[in-house]
């Protein structure tokens, strides 16, 4: 393979305006190193189920979409291979921040995992948590 040719904060940055999913969902980056990428989405009622919580595909999309980012940062374009999410708790909130960093990053693969957390009144409360494999392009 190739060597890594990881992708800058400014890169994914324009990733995320010309991506109109995460717009449609409202992604943010908020924070960005090797490695470890945080994200997040301001919920609002079209991102809800029935019961009024967020959504799980879109927490899902946050898991996905920041353990690939994550990855990038280390080894350059990528997709997913797999994912697996665990809700643990409703997701009510302010924000939503997922926080993702690489667990090992091998030559094909990368292995990652993040965490989604539900923010009210200042408060974090775990709402998921997700291990995902990145595949190198």
Same mark, same amino acid.
């Given at each position: /393979? #190739?060597?890594? +040719?990881?992708?800058? +904060?400014?890169?994914?940055? &324009?990733?995320?305006?010309?991506?109109?999913?995460? &717009?449609?969902?409202?992604?943010?980056?908020? #924070?960005?190193?090797?490695?470890?990428?945080?994200?997040?989405?301001?919920?609002? !009622?079209?991102?809800? &189920?029935?019961?009024?919580?967020?959504?799980?595909?879109?927490?899902?999309? /946050?898991?996905?979409?920041?353990?690939?980012?994550?990855?990038?940062?280390?080894?350059?374009?990528?997709?997913?291979?797999?994912?697996?999410?665990?809700?643990?708790?409703?997701?009510?909130? #302010?924000?939503?921040?997922? +926080?993702?960093?690489?667990?090992?990053?091998? &030559?094909?693969?990368?292995?990652? !995992?993040? #965490?989604?957390?539900?923010?009210?009144?200042?408060?974090?409360?775990?709402?998921?948590?997700?291990?995902?494999?990145?595949?190198?392009?």
């Amino acid at each position: /393979m #190739d060597s890594p +040719r990881p992708i800058s +904060r400014e890169y994914l940055e &324009q990733a995320l305006e010309h991506s109109p999913f995460a &717009q449609l969902i409202g992604f943010q980056l908020i #924070d960005f190193a090797p490695g470890r990428i945080s994200m997040e989405v301001l919920p609002r !009622r079209e991102l809800t &189920q029935h019961h009024g919580y967020v959504h799980g595909a879109v927490v899902g999309f /946050m898991i996905d979409s920041a353990c690939a980012w994550a990855a990038a940062s280390l080894v350059g374009d990528v997709v997913t291979s797999e994912y697996k999410v665990n809700l643990l708790a409703p997701a009510i909130g #302010d924000k939503l921040i997922c +926080r993702s960093e690489v667990i090992k990053a091998g &030559q094909r693969q990368v292995v990652t !995992r993040a #965490d989604v957390f539900a923010v009210r009144d200042g408060e974090e409360k775990i709402v998921a948590t997700g291990l995902a494999t990145i595949a190198r392009v």
